[in-house]
T-cell receptor
């Protein structure tokens, strides 16, 4: 059965810290892995990764995929209180449905 | 703002009733998917529509049904509501194989 496991489940850091969020997956016919940020309701798209070893970067956020070991990490440097959210990892097998993990709840304290 | 809009934002229904949730896709997107997100969980795939045809379904009973219209807007219908149907219902639109963009969701409470 396809599944996505995220760790840690929750994390509390202080502003300025660097955090690493983990996502491991098992899926048949993998096509892509996606990261979303969910603050209140709508998950907002961060990254889509399809190739191993190629880092995607957007400002203080970056992500990389390892298709051999079946995992991805999301890094956030110099965290700010506005980074507080649930970070969701999802994989996209055929049929375009997204299989999500439970998410990592990140709290950034001033 | 993703351009995906959902209505209503909140809804309270009684067990056994029926409910219809609506989604307007981002312009140009021909694929719409529906997800159910229970508190503290990740979204669970309900089904997807592509050019008005159902194109995949998750592990949800037949009382969950949907439609996609020629303008690519969509409806999710749930019959015979149960207490466990209380959740955030998310609609996402996109193109096949590309990233999905989510609406703000409809918070459904069944009492």
């Amino acid at each position: 059965e396809d599944k996505v496991v995220q760790s840690p489940l929750s994390l509390v850091v202080h502003e300025g810290d660097t955090v690493t969020l983990n996502c491991s997956y098992e899926v048949t016919n993998f096509r892509s892995l996606l990261w979303y940020k969910q603050e209140k309701k709508a998950p907002t798209f961060l990254f889509m990764l399809t190739s191993s070893g190629i880092e995607k970067k957007s400002g203080r956020l970056s992500s990389i995929l390892d298709k051999k070991e079946l995992f991805s990490i999301l890094n956030i440097t110099a965290t700010q209180t506005g980074d507080s959210a649930v970070y969701l990892c999802a994989v996209n097998p055929p049929l375009n449905k997204l299989i999500f993990g439970t998410g990592t709840l990140l709290a950034v304290q001033p | 703002e993703t351009g995906v809009t959902q209505s209503p934002t909140h809804l309270i229904k009684t067990r056994g009733q029926q409910v219809t949730l609506r989604c307007s896709s981002q312009s140009g997107h021909n694929t719409v998917s529906w997800y159910q997100q229970a508190l503290g969980q990740g979204p669970q795939f309900i089904f997807q529509y592509y050019r008005e045809e159902e194109n995949g379904r998750g592990n949800f009973p037949p009382r969950f049904s949907g439609l996609q219209f020629p303008n690519y807007s969509s409806e999710l219908n749930v019959n015979a509501l149960e207490l466990d149907d209380s959740a955030l219902y998310l609609c996402a639109s996109g193109h096949p194989g590309a990233e999905a963009f989510f609406g703000q969701g409809t918070r459904l409470t069944v009492v």
